[in-house]
DNA sequence: GAGGCGATTGGCT
DNA sequence: GCCAATCGCCTCG
């Protein structure tokens, strides 16, 4: 195994350099690290990546009004609607391209999050895009913003563990290609998981 | 300007 | 398993 360019310091804050990279890269790199929004929120165990020549990214038709921060530096955040009714969080990578947070293992605000979400099933609390952005509070209020200042705070985990990469979930176009990732036995994915698994 | 669809979720059959 | 909720964006006229 050879060195990585970014170190997986435990606890250490992401800096923009880890996420000026490809958006495949950086998908997988954040699984095992911390997302914390106003001190609540947890491990990332699931995530997609979405690039500029990929026709189910929002990027794929162009600039608009709301895909506008996907087009800004690495590290901001891209929040959209989904659905009209659910908000879904993406970091911005190399521009034009950004990585969909998908779940969540829930690990700090516990009772801010069952507050916001109305329940206490801690499986239900961050187990898909428009859950976690409720249970953490995002909306698009926090569009466009740095992910390195609050009320964001992104943190280095320990990286333990095999990653497991498969289909993405919920698009129609793009189907087959593996750009989801996942923490391999993680009880807290948005579906099954369902590909292949290697560390 | 109208119609259809989507990176979803929760409730009901 | 099916379906409604609800709105930004795309396509077509």
Redesign the pocket.
């Known amino acids: 195994m050879t060195a990585t360019m970014v170190r997986d310091d435990a606890g250490g804050l992401l800096s923009r350099d880890f996420f000026a990279r490809d958006v495949v890269t950086v998908a997988r790199a954040l699984i095992g690290t911390t997302l914390l929004v106003d001190g609540v929120g947890g491990t990332i165990v699931e995530t997609?990546a979405?690039d500029a020549s990929d026709p189910?990214?929002?990027?794929f038709?162009?600039r608009?009004?709301?895909?506008a921060s996907?087009f800004g530096p690495p590290g901001n955040a891209?929040v959209?609607?989904?659905?009209?009714?659910?908000w879904?969080l993406?970091f911005v990578c190399v521009p034009a391209s950004?990585?969909?947070i998908?779940a969540l293992e829930p690990t700090a605000g516990l009772a801010r999050m069952i507050e916001r979400?109305?329940?206490s099933e801690p499986r239900?609390l961050c187990?898909?895009?428009?859950?976690?952005?409720?249970a953490l509070g995002i909306d698009i209020g926090l569009d466009g913003r740095s992910l390195d200042a609050p009320p964001f705070a992104l943190a280095h985990g320990t990286r333990d563990g095999a990653v497991g990469a498969g289909p993405?979930?919920?698009?129609?176009?793009a189907v087959d290609t593996p750009w989801r990732f996942w923490r391999d036995g993680s009880r807290f994915l948005?579906?099954p998981a369902s590909g292949v698994a290697s560390r």
């Open positions: 997609e979405y189910a990214s929002h990027c038709g162009g608009t009004a709301r895909n996907m891209y959209y609607r989904s659905y009209g009714l659910h879904c993406n950004g990585v969909l998908r979400r109305g329940t239900r187990a898909g895009p428009g859950r976690l952005c409720q993405r979930i919920g698009i129609s176009k948005s579906r």
